[in-house]
């Protein structure tokens, strides 16, 4: 028997073949390891040999979060083919901005998505499309699955796992290549700082067309031969249901999930003691949410990470959760972090720079584009684009982006240390600022408050003079009935900037 190292699910089905790896909560089936490694093959076996897959091709996946997915994922792994996710909320004209660069061999899309995979231009000519259903069958067979023989591949940890899609700084897509190198050293790193083990379960509803769907929990869970419930997506409901009847172990969710989850009428009444702690990222928790988990037993964790490098990069431990407020905690085990100046200095004790992060998880760079590449790896640095301070005990803080700073008077202002702030303010639910020109000042800050009544700008300032420099205050307020949020669940800036350009139209 020859498995090779990076193929974690056949490793388990050898090691543990009977135990529980995947639920579908949607059809309510269960597969053990060898179960799916078993179905995996036979997929893996036809996409070599009906569609003529080999090393290095690219499939794509357009469709949500299901079982099929899963199966493909599997299968291209074992032949050294690359899964590109797609985001299934695309249209096709954005579709092919992508289909264009990753220029796949085989398309697997849902049934549901068929007008939008015709109306496709830049598919090669060559590219087969594949309606996803055309797998269930394999899924859902019960007879028992002889092992095909699969061709021979050599596969190292340097080869792709993945390609996955990010707008980055700049707005246009780029491909960060992901590869089993990456996923081993995230597995590693998440494993040390969240004690994961074979026991450990957990539900999985993040999208899988981004890093948190595959690379949070679920590679990690794979890697130390633990279990998921599969969701086609996050509900709060379904999901509080879940953790005490399946007494999953460990939840992950950005802040508006936090949010959702806690807002639910099922909270208050659901067991949740089987939980070890919640992980959350993509913005800071708000204290009072944390003090409301911390009060029904559930430690929340909170970290940093960015497709290109892990994700798992930081973790702020439960115990300094209210302490650190706002901080993304230390680097995880195997990562090495500095704030760099404009030519790559590091930054002294509460220095704003940007975030420079060196690691094993760190990405190759972007498909097929080496010129963004050059421009964001230096000596082995990733350069993320954010920008961070670390205090005196050696806790990181993000600070923002540096596409969402705005200058006022000749001073740099970061929207995110703002909300940081008004967050805080009893009445105000969320809270986002963006910066909009101004004769006097060149720009200032405009908050979009979410407040259950409206709250005057005299009251934000008033609020705000305890912790800010005048020139960071919001000068204008403006209530909003909640934010706009991206796929992943996390504040979509830009589409705020488009609405407050439609506000200034219409006035």
Not at 34 to 52: D, H, M, P, R
Not at 140 to 150: C, E, H, M, V, W
Not at 191 to 217: C, E, K, M
């Amino acid at each position: 028997m020859t498995l090779h190292a990076h193929d974690w699910l056949a490793r388990w089905a050898y090691y543990t073949p009977d135990k529980l790896f995947l639920r579908d909560h949607q059809t309510d089936r269960s597969w053990s390891y060898a179960e799916f490694n078993s179905t995996a093959l036979s997929c893996a076996a036809y996409l070599s040999v009906q569609q003529k897959l080999k090393k290095g091709d690219r499939l794509a996946i357009y469709a949500r979060n299901r079982m099929e997915y899963f199966l493909l994922y599997f299968a291209a792994l074992k032949l050294g083919v690359i899964v590109v996710p797609l985001n299934f909320r695309l249209t096709a004209a954005e579709l092919d901005v992508l289909l264009l660069d990753a220029d796949p061999s085989l398309m697997v899309f849902e049934g549901e998505y068929k007008d939008q995979i015709n109306a496709l231009k830049s598919l090669p000519t060559d590219c087969i499309k594949l309606e996803m259903e055309a797998l269930s069958e394999m899924l859902n067979s019960t007879s028992g699955i002889d092992s095909p023989s699969l061709p021979q591949v050599d596969i190292s940890s340097d080869d792709l796992v993945m390609i996955l899609y990010t707008s980055g700084t700049t707005g246009v897509p780029k491909g960060a290549m992901i590869t089993h190198k990456m996923l081993f050293w995230n597995a590693v790193n998440t494993g040390l700082r969240l004690d994961i083990n074979s026991s450990d379960h957990t539900q999985a509803y993040a999208p899988l067309f981004h890093t948190g769907g595959w690379n949070v929990l679920f590679t990690p869970f794979l890697h130390h031969g633990a279990s998921h419930t599969i969701l086609e997506n996050f509900d709060a409901d379904v999901i509080l249901e879940l953790i005490e009847k399946e007494k999953s172990t460990v939840l992950f969710g950005v802040p508006t999930m936090m949010q959702m989850l806690s807002d639910s009428p099922r909270f208050a009444e659901t067991d949740l003691s089987s939980l070890r702690y919640a992980i959350v990222g993509g913005a800071p928790m708000p204290i009072p949410l944390i003090e409301l988990w911390h009060k029904r037993g559930v430690p929340i964790r909170q970290g940093y990470g960015l497709t290109e490098v892990g994700p798992n990069c930081f973790s702020l431990n439960q115990d300094a959760a209210i302490r650190k407020q706002g901080s993304i905690g230390f680097p995880n085990f195997y990562l090495d972090a500095k704030i760099a100046g404009e030519t790559g200095e590091e930054k002294g004790v509460d220095e704003a720079g940007e975030l420079w992060l060196r690691s094993p998880v760190v990405t190759p760079g972007y498909w097929r584009k080496p010129q963004e590449t050059k421009a964001t790896i230096t000596g082995g640095w990733f350069h993320t684009g954010d920008m961070a301070r670390v205090d005196a005990e050696g806790y990181f803080y993000i600070v923002d982006r540096k596409k969402n700073m705005f200058i006022s008077g000749g001073e740099n202002v970061y929207p995110a240390e703002v909300e940081a702030v008004l967050i805080q303010h009893p009445q105000i639910k969320d809270v986002a600022v963006i910066g909009i020109s101004d004769e006097k000042w060149g720009e200032v800050g405009l908050a979009y408050i979410v407040a259950a009544e409206p709250i005057e700008i005299t009251e934000v300032k008033a609020f705000c003079l305890k912790s800010l420099a005048k020139y960071k205050i919001p000068k204008a307020v403006c209530m909003i009935e909640e934010l706009p949020l991206n796929d992943s669940g996390k504040l979509d800036r830009r589409h705020l900037i488009e609405i407050y350009k439609q506000q200034k139209e219409t006035k």
